[in-house]
T-cell receptor, first 112, second 113 residues
Framework: GENVEQHPSTLSVQEGDSAVIKCTYS??????FPWYKQELGKRPQLIID?????GEKKDQRIAVTLNKTAKHFSLHITETQPEDSAVYFC???????????FGAGTRLFVKA | EAGVTQFPSHSVIEKGQTVTLRCDPI?????LYWYRRVMGKEIKFLLH????????ESGMPNNRFLAERTGGTYSTLKVQPAELEDSGVYFC???????????FGAGTRLSVL
């Protein structure tokens, strides 16, 4: 069946450093890739998404890259801050964004 | 605008009992999804409603799980009888429109003892 692999499961960085989370997906029909951030005790919230017609998208300190050939996509956070500490989930779905397959999550710690 | 709300936030029950989780989507959102996250693992898709109809229930674990969305507004997810492996956080999400961005509720943490 479809699956999304996410690495690493835990990531610890120093404030100001960059963080990179990588995902791979199995369903070649996937063409929508959202990223969610879940802070402790809160709901998952969409922080950025990318569709298969582009290779990169940036929003302030976060960016996402997509390599459809290799079925890889990554989240990049630059100049990390303590408030970036959370669990981040990658996901892949079809064009309608209906059935969404999530990765297992990456727990990011940003040390002040 | 109110977000997706879920009730209860936490439920502790014994094996063999019945539990019903409720989800109120964002008003006007036709699409409603149920997911489950077992500790440390992925957020796993359970099913998808479009209004009151089940569009995709391929992720439902077994027939102990029953989801309904009568009237196409709020949804319930009933587990009967509950087993230990049903423990986890159950998330609901809703979406609307062409971009179909999913908005999540805060989840219900279910503990089956």
């Amino acid at each position: 069946g479809e699956n999304v692999e996410q690495h690493p499961s835990t990531l610890s960085v120093q404030e100001g450093d960059s963080a990179v989370i990588k995902c791979t997906y199995s369903d070649s029909a996937s063409n929508y890739f959202p990223w969610y951030k879940q802070e402790l005790g809160k709901r998952p919230q969409l922080i950025i998404d990318i569709r298969s017609n582009v290779g990169e998208k940036k929003d302030q300190r976060i960016a996402v890259t997509l390599n459809k050939t290799a079925k890889h996509f990554s989240l990049h956070i630059t100049e990390t801050q303590p408030e970036d500490s959370a669990v981040y989930f990658c996901a892949a779905s079809d064009a309608g964004g209906f059935k969404t397959i999530f990765g297992a999550g990456t727990r990011l710690f940003v040390k002040a | 605008e109110a977000g997706v709300t879920q009730f209860p936030s936490h439920s502790v029950i014994e094996k063999g009992q019945t539990v019903t989780l409720r989800c109120d989507p964002i008003s006007g959102h036709d699409n409603l999804y149920w997911y489950r996250r077992v500790m440390g693992k992925e957020i796993k898709f359970l099913l998808h409603f479009v209004k009151e109809s089940k569009q995709d229930e391929s992720g439902m674990p077994n027939n102990r799980f029953l989801a309904e969305r009568t009237g196409g507004t709020y949804s319930t997810l009933k587990v009967q009888p509950a087993e230990l492996e049903d423990s986890g956080v159950y998330f609901c999400a809703s979406s609307h429109g062409a971009k179909n961005i999913q908005y999540f509720g805060a989840g219900t943490r279910l503990s089956v003892l």
